[in-house]
T-cell receptor, first 112, second 115 residues
Framework: NAGVTQTPKFRILKIGQSMTLQCTQDMNHNYMYWYRQDPGMGLKLIYYSVGAGITDKGEVPNGYNVSRSTTEDFPLRLELAAPSQTSVYFC???????????FGPGTRLTVL | GNSVTQMEGPVTLSEEAFLTINCTYTATGYPSLFWYVQYPGEGLQLLLKATKADDKGSNKGFEATYRKETTSFHLEKGSVQVSDSAVYFCALSERYGGSQGNLIFGKGTKLSVKP
């Protein structure tokens, strides 16, 4: 099993550009999550999904959108990128909301 | 709301020293508690967990005991190695309540172990 995979690993965007961060898991987990990690600030939840077709906002959803058309995939869309979105983004999956989560390797995004 | 507080880093130790990283939490119910580790340039990996009071989680020589009376889940290791250098995150997940079961993380503690 590959676990949780994310693409791309690195990306530089200009202000106002858009992009989609891809996340795929092959563990048949219903729960999937997107976090951002800023230096010294731990991880903040952006969006999460409890199953295909169901998504909900986390702590910091503004400027992002998600969709969950399949169990495996949970892409994160950035519209109109801003410097405040410079961060490392992690996707995670799990079997339930209160069990451990499995993390991808992350995407380092810089918005200039 | 739910929250996790961990000791500020960075923590620098010599090889074979004893490690303690403090973690306390605030939760409305009965959370599960976790320690995750992040090695440089990588994602987070689960290190250990405990799901109820007095449970002890252990892995790779690390231990943490779920103390409900002190709302703590301190991470310990008797003899650290250079390969333990990483950032350690304490986290909680509550089955019921406002967080809807999502993980709440502390800010992380960076550990550097010198040979």
């Amino acid at each position: 099993n590959a676990g949780v995979t994310q693409t791309p690993k690195f990306r530089i965007l200009k202000i106002g550009q858009s992009m989609t961060l891809q996340c795929t898991q092959d563990m048949n987990h219903n729960y999937m999550y997107w976090y951002r990690q800023d230096p010294g600030m731990g991880l903040k939840l952006i969006y999460y999904s409890v199953g295909a077709g169901i998504t909900d906002k986390g702590e910091v959803p503004n400027g992002y959108n998600v969709s969950r058309s399949t169990t495996e995939d949970f892409p994160l869309r950035l519209e109109l990128a801003a410097p405040s979105q410079t961060s490392v983004y992690f996707c995670a999956s799990g079997t339930s909301g209160y069990n451990e989560q499995f993390f991808g390797p992350g995407t380092r995004l810089t918005v200039l | 709301g739910n929250s996790v507080t961990q000791m500020e880093g960075p923590v620098t130790l010599s090889e074979e020293a004893f490690l303690t990283i403090n973690c306390t939490y605030t939760a409305t119910g009965y959370p599960s508690l976790f320690w995750y580790v992040q090695y440089p340039g990588e994602g987070l990996q689960l290190l250990l967990k405990a799901t109820k009071a007095d449970d002890k989680g252990s892995n790779k020589g690390f231990e943490a005991t779920y103390r409900k009376e002190t709302t703590s889940f301190h991470l310990e290791k008797g003899s650290v190695q250079v390969s333990d250098s990483a950032v350690y995150f304490c986290a909680l997940s509550e089955r019921y309540g406002g967080s809807q079961g999502n993980l709440i993380f502390g800010k992380g503690t960076k550990l550097s172990v010198k040979p």
